[in-house]
């Protein structure tokens, strides 16, 4: 029996490597802190005049970081009215700074660098939104932390993330997709505080949580043991 965490990486893996093995899915699970976080229907954001726009994840080519600063370049020379912080670390790292100076944007992208556990949680609660510009995600679990959050995200239609993003807690783009993510980032600027961060949080709560996702588990593991009457 093969589990894997979302529908996408199994069609991938089992394509890619010709499997006929039995699977399920069975996706990945909010952590505790998560979970206990309460949200109330007012953005908890710290306001200085400036939108928050947040992405957390590795510095390296598959997270899709240099679209986003090709995207936030577009934005700047429309608006200034935001900034977008940069949590992670990765060894494409001085790449992306650099490109960012070549922009001018080092006022409008702020590299924040590895953080612990409770500075992510509180940059998640004081961010206006979350984006993942990931090339491809097995399953994207940053994206359900920012939602548990309470945060509408903006991500690409490339993985996992595609089933359990929808109109109401998000948006998709192509990966890849300079235009495309400008175009959401500034959809997102004007309208982020339509989205109910109750209903962000509940959503991905009552789906991604240890009750629900250890049942799918003692499930295959019944399954498993019934087979071979163990």
Do not use: H, W
Request: with cysteine; proline share 3%; aromatic share 12%.
């Amino acid at each position: 029996m093969l589990v894997f965490v979302s529908r996408a990486s199994r069609d991938y893996i089992t394509q890619l490597f010709n499997l006929t093995t039995a699977n399920r899915v069975v996706p990945n699970v909010l952590n505790n802190k998560f979970l206990n976080i309460k949200i109330y229907n007012v953005n908890e954001a710290t306001k200085d005049g400036k939108k928050r726009i947040l992405f957390i994840g590795g510095l390296y080519p598959r997270k899709g970081v240099e679209y986003l600063i090709e995207a936030v370049k577009i934005l700047s020379q429309e608006r200034k009215d935001f900034i977008v912080e940069i949590i992670g670390y990765g060894p494409f790292r001085q790449r992306y700074e650099r490109l960012v100076n070549e922009y001018g944007l080092t006022d409008v992208v702020k590299f924040l660098g590895r953080v612990s556990d409770e500075e992510k949680i509180k940059a998640l609660k004081n961010c206006d939104f979350f984006v993942l510009p990931s090339l491809y995600e097995n399953f994207g679990i940053v994206l359900i932390e920012a939602m548990a959050c309470g945060k509408p995200v903006i991500t690409t239609s490339s993985g996992g993330q595609v089933e359990f993003i929808n109109e109401s807690n998000g948006l998709l783009v192509k990966p890849k997709d300079v235009k495309a993510l400008a175009n959401a980032i500034k959809f997102m600027l004007d309208n982020y505080n339509r989205y109910s961060p109750k209903k962000i949080s509940y959503y991905v709560k009552k789906r991604f949580n240890q009750n629900v996702v250890g049942s799918f588990l003692r499930e295959i593991y019944i399954s498993i043991l019934q087979k071979y009457n163990l």
